[in-house]
């Protein structure tokens, strides 16, 4: 990790914010970079104010993380009826800023004004209730994932930006080694994670769909299929050892009471 001095010296060369900058080194864990406008989604809840910037991008993290756990609660059967009425903001004051409070609070607002779907209790049957939930809830990995690229993607375009200004200046021999390079080190590690991760998730919500099928009658070996694919990933992994619990897990695929009710 660079040092907070030389992240300093980089923020300042880039007109950046010491702050930002810090997190982005890894100085300051949990803050929200900067990155381009997410793209859209099926759920359509994002408003135009929120088109860019530090804004746009937690509030995509905030919406993806809301409803991950909402979704994830949908799928094993313990999300309840009245879950809008009980969805809060998580943010505080005390730890982040009055904005960040504000974007969080409406994320949690757009949430809770969304169309009642299919994957919701006792809304639909359970075929049309599990492919809706697929939907949902691959669209938010991928939208998490998406937002998070778009940050390391920024940071590339700086980190090359950088190298060129050190080089006009003429410091890039003292820069290069103590600033530039840990930077794209860290940048690399935590971009192949990021991705990784995003592919272990995908591909879990791929299994539990198909070990949804399954448990509703269809003749489908989900753990073969999933067991393959994590047999493709690194050893290295703690995810890898995540998903082959879940092969030996009886109610991983199991179907929701309030999916099958209307079947009995």
């Known amino acids: 990790m660079p040092s907070a001095k030389a992240v300093k010296r980089l923020a300042a060369a880039l007109g950046r914010s010491e702050a930002e900058a810090l997190a982005a080194a890894g100085h300051a864990p949990g803050t929200i970079h900067a990155a381009s406008s997410p793209r859209s989604d099926p759920f359509n809840i994002r408003p135009t104010d929120l088109r860019g910037g530090l804004r746009g991008h937690y509030y995509t993290a905030a919406k993806t993380r809301y409803l991950d756990r909402i979704l994830k609660g949908a799928r094993e059967g313990s999300l309840p009826i009245a879950w809008r009425d009980e969805l809060v903001p998580i943010t505080e004051e005390s730890w982040s800023s009055s904005t960040l409070v504000e974007v969080d609070a409406l994320a949690v607002a757009d949430i809770q004004s969304l169309p009642v779907a299919a994957w919701e209790p006792f809304q639909a ?90 448990a509703g009658g269809l003749d489908i070996d989900w753990r073969s299929w999933y067991s393959s694919q994590i047999e493709s990933w690194p050893d290295d992994r703690s995810y890898k050892l995540s998903a082959r619990l879940a092969l030996t897990n009886p109610d991983f695929g199991r179907l929701p009471e309030y999916w099958t009710a209307a079947d009995q």
């Open 125 to 214: 049957e359970w075929r049309p209730a599990l492919e809706s939930w697929y939907v949902a809830a691959r669209t938010i990995v991928s939208e998490n994932y998406i937002n998070t690229i778009r940050d390391f993607l920024d940071q590339i375009i700086d980190g090359d930006r950088l190298v060129a200004i050190f080089a006009r200046e003429g410091r890039l021999v003292e820069e290069i080694t103590e600033g530039i390079t840990p930077l794209d080190v860290r940048r690399d590690s935590n971009r192949t994670n990021y991705e990784m991760m995003y592919v272990a998730d995908r591909t879990r919500l791929t299994a539990s769909y198909l070990a949804g099928l399954a």
